[in-house]
């Protein structure tokens, strides 16, 4: 769990400076001057690393999920369920009850 939220917490610093970039680029866009366009370029670039940067982690972070919930599920189905301990159970007391019956007659 303490992996999911650390994923999750880089996931949002990487978002909030994508946004930070998008909002530079923004006002530059507003106050279109020479060195503008030089800038807005500058800009672009940098959120497209960003972005791309972004967007490894995620994938990187939907693999090992998935791979974590397959390990999960695949321990799950190696455990008995509760019908099968019931039923267990079960025939281990019968087991017992004709063991002590056994010894009494």
Known sequence: MEYAESEIAKIK???AELKKL????RASQEGDS?????ANMELLKNLEEELNKLKNEFLMFRD????NMKSLQDGLNKK???????????RIMD???EII???LA
């Not at 020479?34 to 030089?38: R, V």
């Open 34 to 38: 020479q060195g503008g366009k030089e």
């Open 13 to 15: 610093k990487s978002y």
């Open 95 to 97: 087991k017992l009850n």
């Open 22 to 25: 998008f909002d530079l680029f």
């Open 64 to 67: 090992d999920t998935f791979d």
């Open 101 to 103: 019956k056994n010894l």
């Open 80 to 90: 008995a369920d509760r019908d099968e301990l019931v039923e267990l159970e079960a």
